[in-house]
């Protein structure tokens, strides 16, 4: 077993003796929506009512990475907003969202960013409508009580659940190596990410992830705490001028197998 499973599961160990609680006081019953619950799915299929397609095939299979965008097409606030709602309804584990966004959309803000990403991507920034920096908080837990509580009262859980998987996050999650904890915001911030270019297909958008850029002073940057939000990826959003980019993929054979 590697060094960072066993980092985790001890973690986990002590947060179950912290919180005076065990798996087995975990409700397993199937939840029953309400009427939050039901207000809330009205109003995210309102936000599909906002897509110019919802033809799944075109939405994922016709994606293209853009490398130059028409500056003259212009994704306004309000619609990032719809953009960025629709892409937060992706998974993450225990629900935890460590995702926190910074939308770059004005000139001084694209003269910022330009300052610390690579050659490659000069174009992509000057010529985006918006670009989209996905921050990952290494103090995500701190929002376990919340999350959870709106959860349970939109039947998600019984109450039991929340109070358990609350002491439960508040206890685990801060015990954990920051490599560890970083790992686990590397891979919610991956599912975000790509929802974030599905839905803006879905909006008649193109874009394109970049991960060529300084790390170290994206967060200072944009005046967030260094120490607590992690850079992940940015990802640039517009109109293509042209078509995308196409790409070869490997082979199935070559990247799965059935056993």
């Not at 629709?86 to 966004?101: E, G, H, K, V, Y």
Request: with cysteine.
């Amino acid at each position: 077993m590697s060094e960072k499973k066993m980092d985790a599961e001890t973690a986990a160990e002590a947060a179950l003796k912290t919180s005076k609680m065990s798996t087995d006081d975990v409700n397993l019953n199937q939840p029953k929506k309400n009427e939050k619950a039901d207000a809330r799915e009205r109003e995210l299929l309102d936000l599909a009512k906002k897509f110019k397609t919802n033809d799944f095939g075109k939405i994922l299979l016709a994606r293209h990475s853009c490398p130059e965008y028409d500056p003259n097409v212009k994704i306004s606030r309000d619609e990032m907003r719809d953009i960025l709602e629709a892409a937060t309804t992706a998974p993450s584990s225990l629900n935890m969202q460590p995702w926190r966004f910074v939308v770059v959309d004005s000139d001084e803000g694209k003269a910022k960013l330009d300052k610390i990403v690579g050659p490659a991507n000069h174009l992509k920034v000057k010529t985006a409508s918006s670009i989209v920096m996905v921050f990952g908080d290494r103090k995500f837990y701190e929002q376990a009580a919340k999350i959870n509580e709106a959860t349970y009262e939109m039947g998600g859980f019984p109450k039991e659940n929340q109070e358990f998987l609350t002491k439960f996050a508040q206890s685990y999650f801060p015990t954990l190596s920051e490599e560890t904890k970083e790992e686990w915001i590397m891979h919610d911030c991956g599912l975000v990410e790509m929802a974030l270019m599905l839905v803006a297909r879905a909006h008649g958008y193109d874009t394109n992830p970049m991960d060529g850029f300084k790390k170290e002073p994206a967060a200072k940057l944009f005046d967030l705490d260094e120490k607590r939000y992690k850079p992940v990826l940015i990802v640039s959003m517009g109109k293509a001028k042209g078509h995308g980019r196409y790409c070869s993929r490997l082979s199935l054979d070559e990247v799965a197998r059935f056993e």
